[in-house]
């Protein structure tokens, strides 16, 4: 069979063997032993997963220790690529830029972690991929998975005026030694950590980490703060402190202990409870600080715990391409002053700025990349840092070359102004190609960045507020240190089902991620750009001040005030009346599932929309007892929201309400058993049914709300799906 | 034979047939287009699904703008360059010599086209003038731009381009070297519909 002979539409296909895999391994032989050894045992097991002797389960963990995940759409995979601090040289970008092209959609995606990210990747070229990202010295190895994810840290250390010492060293130092390591290797679920060169800053965001190291100077001697413990999850948890300063030599040791800790105690039977900050929660800090302690004498000595950081430092130098200059900037254009106040940050290092090139949604096309590499090569000697913001920085920029640079950025589309500010959204990749995406957080912030690029002065007055979107609870989009956060959902309502947001407020990034945001009610996803205008307006036009942040502001005025101002916004109109709030934004279909109408089963509908209802009241009064600090008050409503939504949903199984029936029990048959609910929200129900809330402290409290939070949500979501 | 000296598997061809950008050109409608598409072409050929889905990356300036997600194959609205083209990239499968890969994946790329602007839904305006083609590989381990590739692919690239668009009827440059892909762009030397392309 020829090509010529095909039908144009569809396309040919059953050529090159048994399973088409492309390898390359002999034109890869010289790459880094370690990375050669783990690419044969990936290659070797995917081609027995195409011969079938291999357990899907057991390939399925393999293939997510090389950083390939699955999507939504079948067929397809995500591959996640670990970039150590976000640092690349200028030869891995074009690498990257050249293998978007080839595997991927011409897209590199930067995450919250600085991976990158490349999506609908056929599985078969994989290993063919993973040998040329091995080629120019990076790994897939731990980017997924159940192991020490991504090590991230701040994009300006060894730059930042208000750093304690560069972090660089010390970073990619834990990557490496961490990496393979066989304390590292039996997790019962992923562990993330991030370095950060001070406290006050958002850029290391610590407070949200399994570890988190804060650089610090004691008594002349470089060392750091560790938090552990922290997450963002569908259940946010504040890192705690586990010292206030360790001497830098101890930092891998304790490192590998706290690895050895999780391995020992991590749940390993309740996925949703297996997460470090479970850990610290179940033994409370002293305890696992007394168990970290008691793993440290069992280590052997490793020379590499304070060789490593030697070794790091040589590879990594921070250095200049040309000698410092100065700029007028008054001088220059407009445009160009517009962009300097928000992406350009003067470096300690005088004469010298980072400049930020501020990427919507975190895209680079493979073009860009290309170009911006010919372009860095002018500037810049040390290559790139992509940042937790889903941004890329370049250092050390003379600050005379700064205009010049601007103009060359412009034509590439990567001289937006505004970085780090309100209109840089954060989104994770939701409904676009996570599974377990809700609402399209893709959609949401393409239609957002539409917004501010048409009237982005208008909030030049509140540019320091950030939006942070996910598409589900599970906060990848870190809508919980947000200014203005939001999660996915969604909303039945009579044969409809229309995606929705949560607004998440009251969060920052400021001090590493220090409070997280509280839940405050829904709205249409196409009725989110109206609350950012109005709670940008009405922040700018009654703060007490300058000073008064967001966060302080909404705290001020109070969650009742605050649901006031958006009540009209958080209408959501009939299907008859507005068709285009069931449709996601930028989605080409109708969102969920349209069950038809002329059921004798109105009835039963309305009874479950009532009682649903009833329950997003019941939360709405657990958050305000919470801040009045009514303990019981909340732990009740909270729990009774909870009760509500369960019997919502068995109504719509023909159990009326006036049936004598163990809630708890038919609910976790009816739902639960089968597969209807996601159980680990079911256990928050389970688990407010035998709480005493005076024995709980005021975190526990806190998260009984939010697990509430998540339940009624979620069953808002199981009946959508009905 | 062609390809003697040249071992490579010729699958990763890149095809872009560019069209006239009309003024406040918007590519949304066709995130409406490429997903009906997926939706029909998939019923169509039950059970097997050569689409997977639809990607919209229209925030990225220049970028490869709303792509259609296939087995095989990915076709998109392409915003490369600031241009608008409709481009085909294989991914695997093609089979025959390398005259005949590109020449099914020309034809390919013209058809849809061709199912593109007939859409009722398709921005007005949206339309080639000249009839202007990239053929390329998209392919850096085993068709890098260099003597060894121009030795095999120039005479299937041309001899694609004759067929479709008539000996000595067009113009052809290679591509610069910041695409970073081997390949020509040929352009008529008179406006042409599409319609003429390979003979009518
Ligand atoms: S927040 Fe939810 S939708 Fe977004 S990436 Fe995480 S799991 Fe997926």
Redesign the pocket.
């Known amino acids: 069979m020829t090509t010529a002979s095909l039908d144009l539409f569809a396309p040919p296909s059953g050529s090159n063997g048994t399973t088409g895999i492309r390898s390359s391994a002999a034109r890869f032989a010289d790459i880094d032993p370690a990375m050669k050894a783990d690419l044969e045992v990936y290659e070797a097991q995917l081609r027995r997963m195409f011969e079938g002797k291999v357990p899907d389960g057991v390939f399925l963990e393999l293939r997510l220790r090389y950083g390939v995940y699955g999507q939504r759409q079948d067929g397809v995979q995500m591959i996640r690529v670990k970039i150590p601090l976000g640092l690349l040289t200028l030869e891995q970008c074009i690498a990257l830029a050249d293998l978007a092209d080839e595997y991927a959609d011409g897209i590199s995606h930067v995450t919250t972690r600085q991976d990158i990210q490349y999506h609908n990747v056929d599985i078969r070229d994989t290993p063919e991929l993973l040998r040329r990202l091995a080629h120019v010295g990076i790994t897939t190895r731990e980017a997924c998975g159940n192991a020490v994810r991504n090590v991230t840290g701040c994009p300006l250390a060894g730059v930042c005026t208000g750093e304690s010492f560069d972090i660089t060293p010390y970073a990619n130092a834990t990557a490496q030694f961490l990496l393979r390591h066989p304390d590292t290797q039996d997790f019962g679920r992923k562990f993330k950590i991030a370095f950060s060169g001070c406290a006050s800053n958002p850029c290391g965001l610590t407070g949200i980490h399994d570890i988190g190291a804060i650089a610090r100077i004691q008594d002349g001697k470089r060392g750091f703060k560790v938090v552990i413990g922290g997450g963002l999850g569908s259940v946010p948890h504040q890192a705690k402190v586990l010292y206030e300063f360790l001497e830098a030599d101890q930092l891998l040791p304790v490192c590998q202990a706290i690895s050895r800790v999780f391995a020992l105690h991590g749940n390993r039977k309740v996925r949703s409870k297996a997460r470090f900050k479970f850990v610290v929660e179940k033994l409370g800090l002293n305890k696992t600080r007394e168990s970290i302690e008691a793993e440290l004498p069992k280590l052997p000595h490793d020379a590499r715990w304070t060789e490593e950081f030697v070794t790091q430092e040589a590879l990594l130098p921070a250095e200049a391409l040309k000698p410092p200059s100065t700029l007028d900037v008054g001088a220059q254009s407009p445009a160009f002053q517009r962009w300097y106040r928000t992406n350009v940050i003067p470096q300690k290092q005088a004469g010298y700025g980072t400049v930020q090139l501020f990427l919507p949604l975190g895209d680079i096309s493979s073009d860009q990349l290309r170009a911006l590499v010919a372009l860095a090569r002018g500037y810049v000697k040390e290559g790139i840092r992509l940042t937790v913001e889903q941004n890329i920085v370049l250092r050390f920029v003379t600050l005379a070359d700064l205009p010049a640079l601007h103009a060359a950025l412009e034509p590439l589309g990567l001289a937006l102004p505004g970085a780090e500010t309100i209109a840089d959204v954060t989104a ?4 676009d190609s ?5 609402a399209s ?1 893709r959609g949401l912030a393409a239609s957002l960045h539409d917004h501010f690029v048409a009237n982005g002065e208008a909030y030049d007055d509140v540019k320091d507020l950030r939006i942070k979107i ?8 870190q809508h919980h240190i947000a200014n203005i956060g939001f ?2 959902s969604s909303r039945r309502v009579g044969d409809h089902v229309a995606p929705v947001f949560q607004i998440v407020l009251g969060g920052t990034t400021q001090e590493n991620g220090k409070s997280y945001g509280m839940a405050m009610g829904k709205v249409s996803s196409h009725k989110v750009k109206d609350v950012v205008e109005r709670l940008a307006s009405t922040y700018k036009r009654d703060r007490t001040g300058q000073e008064e942040s967001f966060t302080d502001f909404v705290g001020r005025i109070g969650k009742v005030k605050t649901k006031e101002i958006l009540e009209d916004l958080t209408e959501i109109e009939s299907y008859e009346a507005r068709p285009e709030l069931y449709r996601d934004n930028r989605a080409p279909r109708e969102y969920g599932v349209n069950v038809g109408v002329g059921e004798c089963a109105g009835g039963i509908v309305s009874q479950v929309e009532f009682l649903l209802d009833d329950a997003d009241r019941g939360i709405w009064q657990a958050t305000l007892h919470l801040d009045a600090l009514q303990r019981t008050e909340a732990f009740t409503a909270a729990r009774e929201a909870m009760r509500t939504a369960a019997k919502a949903l068995l109504t719509t199984k023909g159990y009326l309400l006036s049936d004598r029936f163990d809630l708890v029990t038919e609910f976790k048959k009816t739902f639960v058993d089968a597969g209807k609910f996601f159980a680990a929200y079911f256990d928050h129900l389970a688990t407010a049914e035998q709480d005493d809330p005076a024995a709980l402290t005021d975190e526990a409290l806190r998260f009984r709300v939010e697990w509430a939070t998540l339940f009624v949500e979620e069953a808002h979501v199981a009946y959508g799906r009905q | 034979m062609q390809q003697s000296e040249h071992s490579g598997d010729l699958q990763r061809i890149q095809v872009k047939v560019f069209l006239e950008r009309p003024v406040g050109f918007s590519g949304d409608p066709f995130i409406a287009i490429l997903d009906r598409w997926r939706a029909e072409d998939n019923a169509a050929a039950a059970p097997a699904q050569p689409w997977i889905d639809f990607v919209d990356y229209a925030h990225v300036k220049d970028g490869p703008g709303i792509l259609l997600v296939g087995r095989e194959l990915q076709l998109s609205l392409d915003l490369g360059d600031g241009r608008v083209a409709i481009t085909l990239r294989g991914r695997r499968d093609l089979l025959g010599t390398d005259t005949e890969r590109f020449t099914w994946a020309l034809r390919r790329a013209l058809a849809t086209t061709n199912r593109a602007l007939a859409d009722a839904t398709c921005p007005p305006g949206l339309a080639p003038s000249h009839l202007e083609l990239e053929l390329s590989v998209n392919d850096r381990l085993d068709f890098a731009p260099g003597p060894e590739t121009e030795a095999r692919l120039r005479g299937p690239i041309h001899a694609t381009f004759d067929a479709c668009l008539g000996a000595g009827a067009y113009t052809s440059i290679a591509l610069p070297a910041a695409a970073a892909r081997y390949g020509y762009v040929a352009r008529s030397l008179a406006p042409r519909a599409l319609s003429t392309a390979f003979g009518g």
């Open positions: 994770c990749p939701g409904t996570c599974k377990l995406g809700i957080s996910s598409g589900c609870p599970n906060s990848c989009g999660f996915g």
